[in-house]
């Protein structure tokens, strides 16, 4: 009993030659997938770079308690009242 539009059946060298080329052409776009990630992954990492600075400065100022922060508002430039 044949299978109605079933062509030959493939030798297998034909199928090895096959497995060969799309092997080859996952290799190439393999490649090319990692040519695009490579600036991917260098932004990530400059990123996260800046990220945990930033944490840093946060996390290594110390804590003002409600009168340093009372004072230094008063002190700063263009706080308080205008003369007038």
């Known amino acids: 009993m044949s299978?109605?539009?079933a062509g030959a059946v493939p030798s297998l060298s034909e199928i090895g030659r096959t497995l060969a080329?799309?092997?080859a052409r996952l290799d190439?776009?393999?490649a090319e997938i990692e040519l695009l990630v490579q600036p991917?992954?260098?932004?990530?990492e400059r990123?996260?770079?800046r990220r945990l600075?930033?944490?840093e400065r946060v996390t290594s100022r110390p804590k003002a308690d409600g009168r340093q922060a009372r004072r230094s508002c008063r002190t700063?430039?263009?706080h308080?009242?205008?003369p007038g």
């Open 3 to 5: 299978v109605p539009g």
């Open 21 to 23: 080329e799309d092997l």
């Open 28 to 30: 190439e776009e393999a």
């Open 40 to 44: 991917i992954r260098a932004e990530t």
């Open 47 to 49: 990123h996260e770079a």
């Open 53 to 55: 600075k930033g944490e």
């Open 76 to 78: 700063a430039p263009g």
């Open 80 to 82: 308080g009242r205008q």
